[in-house]
């Protein structure tokens, strides 16, 4: 019920309003007001600081530490507790920081990325010591109990084919690095070039240098040593230097090949033998690949360090020539005249290339195996020069007995072709040597074409036509 309102007023009945509203507003209850706020007081927005994982700061600081220390031989082993350490409180703090809904996760994160990086690179070094500190001992006769193929024949083991083009002693050329011009090694090593081939028809080879990559785990990389026990340790560089023509990694497409280059310490001199091992897991093999350099490339050897051979018999001069550096020998197939022009296809090998560096003008070796033909030019006039322009940058083609065409491989501007010319003037009665190089042609082919333009001759529009057979192609 609605409590009657008393007359407020004087007598004539008028109501004083003010003195009502008044009234009315002291009854009405007012909303409670809680114990510290002010009524009608302004509000502030406070900013709590973002907290920071303890964890996550150790770890960072630990993997700054195993990151310096990974780099310093013997000293890096320490970065592996560090590393692990550090990889166990990165875990914890990014999980506490999960739980502040990401405050301070940036530290745990970069710690785990320093602390790992940092324990592949230790535990990879102490990989490497331990390989060397336990090497193969020279009372131990594995040389004798394995068996070993002859550096003269090819392995083949599923459908990859290894074989040692050559081993010599000398300065390395090296590739990469930051120097502009190409650089070589500052002493002599001992170095083997292997060609790897992969003999099927439909299916790529994925494949490792045996040189070992800069950051891996595994026993990627050969061994050698000689029948005395040394074993000779593989030469590195510096991070992205390598030798010139060495593949590093990459595939090997169906009937294709390529070249790697290995470097070791120089041999002894008298050592009568090397042993060479190869992991063949690089190719996706199995097991270990043996050769045995020795006879007429331990020869080879012994005379580029200076050591005097103790063999007595006659070194194979023609085996030489193939191994180490072949040179021409006359000619492979019938000579072709023209005029007074005489062309003659003198030598034919497949193998790596020698190349010049233009801007410092050292000696380097290609990357891959290629066909390299030379061509004698003979001018039988005997009053006019004869102007000769290089077959190898245009003139030439090369065709197989299956058909496929081929024309001349063209190298990197700041290269050119050890024993190439460009333009040369024969007087009467000279001779000149072009050397031209194609892409390796397939093994089961029986000869090969070769035609030459006569206009780099003098001749117009008569051509040099060959049949270069198979059997003449030196491997």
């Given amino acids: 019920m609605t409590r009657p309102l008393q007359r407020l007023g004087d007598g004539n009945d ?26 009608n007081a302004p509000s502030v927005n406070v900013h709590l600081p973002r907290r920071t994982s303890s964890f996550g700061v150790v770890s960072f600081v630990l993997g700054i530490l195993a990151f310096l220390f990974c780099w310093i031989p013997f000293i890096g082993v320490l970065s592996i507790p560090l590393g692990a350490l550090g990889l166990l409180l990165a875990i914890l703090g990014f999980f506490v920081a999960l739980s502040r809904r990401g405050a301070g996760i940036a530290y745990p994160i970069a710690g785990a990325l320093m602390c790992g990086f ?64 190409v650089p070589e090694s500052s002493e002599s090593y001992l170095k083997v070039v292997l060609e790897v081939s992969n003999l099927s028809q439909n299916k790529k080879v994925d494949f490792t240098t ?71 897991g690089n190719f996706g093999g199995e097991g270990l690949l043996r050769f045995q350099i020795g006879g007429d490339m331990c020869v080879s050897l012994k005379q580029s360090t200076g050591g005097a051979p103790h063999r007595t018999s006659r070194p194979n001069v023609r085996r030489n020539l193939e191994q180490v550096s072949p040179q021409p020998v006359g000619p492979i197939c019938e000579s072709v005249r023209r005029g007074d022009v005489q062309v003659s296809v003198i030598f034919a090998s497949i193998g790596t290339v020698q190349l010049i560096g233009t801007s410092a003008g050292t000696e380097v070796e290609s990357g891959g195996i290629y066909l390299r033909i030379l061509v004698e030019v003979a001018n039988l006039g005997k009053h006019d020069p004869l102007d000769v322009l290089t077959w190898n940058k245009g003139g030439a083609s090369l065709r197989d007995d299956r058909g496929k065409t081929s024309s001349t491989h063209a190298f990197s501007p700041r290269l050119s072709l050890k024993g190439g010319m460009e333009r040369k003037s024969l007087e009467p009665g000279a001779k000149i040597v072009d050397t031209l190089v194609f892409e390796r042609p397939p093994r089961d082919v029986e000869r090969l074409i070769l035609e030459l333009d006569g206009g780099n001759c003098g001749r117009g529009a008569e051509s040099f036509r060959f049949e270069i057979p198979a059997g003449a192609i030196r491997r």
């Fill in 118 to 181: 940092a324990l592949v690179v230790a535990v990879n070094a102490l990989m490497g010591m331990s390989n060397a500190l336990h090497g193969i001992r020279p009372s131990e006769a594995r040389p004798n109990r394995a068996k070993w193929t002859p550096a003269t024949q090819e392995v083949e083991q599923g459908d990859v084919q290894v074989r040692v083009v050559s081993a010599s002693v000398g300065i390395i050329p090296l590739q990469g690095g930051f120097s502009s011009s």
């Fill in 14 to 39: 008028n109501i004083d309003l003010s003195l009502l509203q008044s009234t009315l507003r002291s009854r009405t209850p007012q909303s409670p007001v809680e114990l510290g706020h002010v009524p």
């Fill in 210 to 280: 045996w040189m070992g990559r800069d950051f891996s785990l595994a026993h990627d990389y050969a061994s050698i040593r000689d029948e005395h026990g040394n074993v000779y340790k593989r030469i590195d560089f510096g991070l992205g230097t390598r030798a010139q023509g060495q593949f590093e990694q990459g595939s090997i497409y169906p009937a294709k090949s390529v070249a790697d280059v290995l470097v070791f310490q120089p041999p002894v001199s008298d050592a009568e033998h090397l042993y060479l091992e190869l992991p063949a």
